[in-house]
């Protein structure tokens, strides 16, 4: 049988026995498995699943970096405490520190405005479009077939968005297909509920990655719309969203061996990339990755000893690079243990050699080869592309002047020929990055970070330096100090006013602008936009080329009775399981729930495990009616399943057989971090908080009556 007729509609198509818990499936695949789902234990029907108008996917929104999920008629959405903890950061100061005290409004009028970039976003339509996407970039290759895809892309875009509906084309299959993405934005997004640090975040990074856990991870916010009832920016005038459906909390909990299902927005997986870049992410880029957050976060936690006010100023971005080193540092530890490498490149190999017999093989392989080879080049270069782009990424002031350096760019041209995220549509949410810049940005902190980047950067061979960061920075670490004195010393784009003011200048006039940063930002700016040309050249072959190797892949594991999905890419995706326990090693085996006296036997009183009085007193007290596991009367804190999930599923509902919300996903355990890019079915485990625990915290602790009310579980 050749290989184009098996693949016909198998991209979308499924394994017959695909199991329960490995996959990320599109809704649109749900029906396809609708058997495993039932003999699961599901006792809904999976149709449902795939219709993004109806519950309970349509109560599933991401927000922040993550996921949340409506939870009342009135706008309440809840998701992580760490999803949640930039809008908690951006309420805080010193004499009013929401990150250690908590915060619970007492009224709606108390409810407190996101940072002004936060969002939330709900998925109304998911369609395919490839034929529309790829039709100009037949026949072309390189930065041509990138920008013919990028060409339709916008355009369809453009067609799509209107009345606060923001869209995007979604590649799946590296290429193979696009689906555009319909999403509904909203931009009033206020802080009701959130724990104290040493609730939602209990045990900090010494837990992170780690089971048994005792965290409640979990803050409540509320959407707003203007009065007409369409998405807004904040306005006390404002009114509550009412989304089309929410999900119901469950009073029952959950026990081992129970259903559990789990909807959401994973970020990135790589399981179908080849061997080789399996080898290149653990050889080169987890270890170096690794070592150059860990000097930021190093940063940052010296700084803020210093200095309690930059101390909370930087608090968000110190989490999320904490999180982010152990996860690098885990997934390579879980890459290594699982011998990822060999096992990749031999069934990469296996692959081949299937294929070598098939009647397509004289198309394919061709442009498989020439993949292969392209992925094999840029090592050369990928150390300073790594430093270069985390200058932007890692800083405040100084991405403020790139971002407004490069709007100088592209607003003369047509908006369809605009870069992706500085074209109109992107305007909105720029400005609102710049209007929160000093609620994150201390000027000692950030050369402090540029410093620790660009001296790295210094150390590079001399045939990867770029001459326009030499310019700026200089070559030695002298001229580097000497510089940052310079720009930082004399730059106005610390202030609103200025920045503002920039926002809505000209092309020319910021081009005329002698501020020192701006003069850094446009001095840097060509070796930024050849670093980007390279890329999107690079980018372009592997779009036209990589759907030859998934094309062999997808085939090839469907003849062997394996899951077949897209690797995750922020689009909404299902998971489905159960309540599993976990034999981490030999004679090591971890029950799947914890319970508040794991609390107590970790509590030193020292941060991280420094557990609030107010926990601790009602803990001792013992009030747990209503709550408690019915079995062991036990009170609920966390959980285990075999749930398939990933970085952007935190804050995903987990649903019991009924569609209820039991828990919500907030972490994976250590062994299996490294399932983004391969999943072993003996390690990979997802961790959430139990819904008993928040509603129990609600009533008993930091109690809530009227907003437990308006949740549909009333306080006991």
Not at 30 to 46: C, S, T, Y
């Amino acid at each position: 049988m050749r290989i184009r007729t098996m693949m016909l509609g198998a991209a979308m198509a499924l394994a017959l026995d695909a199991k329960a818990d490995e996959g990320m499936w599109l809704p649109s695949q749900l029906p396809g498995i609708a058997k495993n789902l039932k003999d699961a234990g599901f006792r809904g029907d999976p149709k449902d699943l795939a219709d993004l108008t109806r519950a309970p996917l349509n109560a599933v929104v991401r927000i922040g970096g993550g996921t949340g999920s409506f939870v009342s008629a009135d706008g309440l959405v809840v998701t992580n405490h760490h999803v949640a903890f930039g809008v908690i950061q951006y309420n805080s100061k010193p004499d009013r520190d929401l990150i250690t005290e908590g915060y619970v409004a007492a009224d709606r009028a108390g409810e407190l405005p996101a940072n002004p970039d936060y969002r939330l976003r709900v998925t109304v339509g998911f369609d395919k479009v490839t034929d529309q996407v790829l039709a100009g970039a037949r026949g072309k290759t390189g930065r041509a077939y990138f920008d013919a895809v990028d060409a339709a892309s916008k355009a369809l875009v453009a067609a799509c968005e209107k009345d606060g509906i923001k869209c995007s084309v979604a590649n799946m299959f590296y290429g193979r297909d696009f689906y555009l993405v319909r999403q509904l934005e909203l931009r009033d997004i206020r802080l009701v509920y959130a724990p104290p640090r040493a609730i939602g975040n209990y045990g900090d990074e010494v837990d992170n990655f780690v089971w048994p856990r005792h965290a409640g991870d979990f803050t409540i916010l509320r959407a707003y719309v203007g009065k007409d009832g369409k998405p807004a920016d904040f306005s006390p005038d404002n009114v509550p969203y009412h989304p089309p459906s929410h999900l119901q909390i469950s009073t029952e909990g959950v026990a081992e061996g129970d259903f559990v299902m789990l909807a959401g927005y994973p970020g990135i997986t790589y399981r179908h990339r080849t061997a080789a870049e399996f080898a290149d992410q653990i050889e080169w880029r987890l270890p170096t990755s690794v070592a150059v957050l860990k000097a930021l976060q190093d940063v940052i936690e010296a700084e803020g000893k210093a200095d309690k006010e930059a101390g909370i100023r930087y608090a968000s971005q110190l989490q999320t690079l904490k999180n982010g080193i152990k996860r690098f540092s885990g997934e390579l530890e879980g890459l290594e243990r699982s011998d990822a490498v060999t096992v990749r490149r031999e069934d990469e190999a296996a692959m081949l050699a299937w294929l070598a017999t098939q009647p397509d093989a004289k198309t394919l392989k061709p442009q498989i080869d020439q993949a292969m080879a392209l992925i094999a080049q840029g090592k050369d270069v990928r150390e300073r592309d790594l430093l270069v782009g985390l200058l932007s990424s890692q800083t405040q002031l100084m991405r403020g002047a790139l971002s407004i350096d490069r709007l100088a760019v592209e607003r003369p041209k047509p908006d369809a020929e605009r870069e992706s995220g500085y074209q109109k549509r992107d305007e909105e949410l720029i400005q609102s990055q710049l209007k929160q810049i000093q609620r994150r940005y201390d000027a000692r902190v950030e050369k402090a970070l540029v410093t620790s980047l660009m001296t790295r950067y210094q150390k590079l061979p001399e045939g990867q330096r770029l001459p326009e960061v030499d310019k700026v920075f200089g070559r030695t670490p002298a001229d580097l100090a000497k510089a940052l004195d310079h720009i930082y010393g004399a730059t106005a784009f610390g202030g609103e006013p200025e920045r503002t003011r920039l926002f809505a200048a000209t092309p020319a006039e910021i081009e005329k602008s002698n501020d020192a940063l701006l003069v850094a930002a446009r001095t840097l700016r060509p070796a930024l936009l050849r670093i980007e040309d390279e890329r999107k050249a690079r980018e372009g072959d592997l779009l036209r080329l990589r759907p030859s190797y998934m094309q062999a892949l997808i085939a090839y594991r469907e003849k062997q009775g394996k899951a077949v999905y897209p690797d995750a890419n922020s689009t909404l995706r299902v998971s489905y399981g159960k309540v599993t326990p976990l034999k981490a090693r030999d004679a090591v085996t971890y029950a799947p729930l914890t319970t508040v006296q794991g609390i107590v036997e970790k509590n030193t009183g020292v941060a991280p495990f420094d557990a609030p009085k107010p926990l601790l007193d009602a803990i001792r007290k013992g009030d747990f009616t209503g709550y408690a596991d019915p079995k062991t009367g036990a009170m609920p804190v966390d959980f285990l399943s075999n749930l398939d999930t990933t970085g952007g599923n935190s804050g995903s509902p987990v649903l019991n057989a009924k569609g209820e919300l039991v828990g919500l996903n907030f972490d994976s355990n250590w062994e299996a971090v490294s399932a983004s890019w391969m999943y072993d079915p003996r390690y990979k485990r997802a961790i959430h908080v139990d819904m008993r625990y928040m509603r129990w915290l609600m009533d008993k602790v930091y109690p809530s009556p009227a907003l437990l009310k308006e949740l549909g579980v009333p306080a006991k």
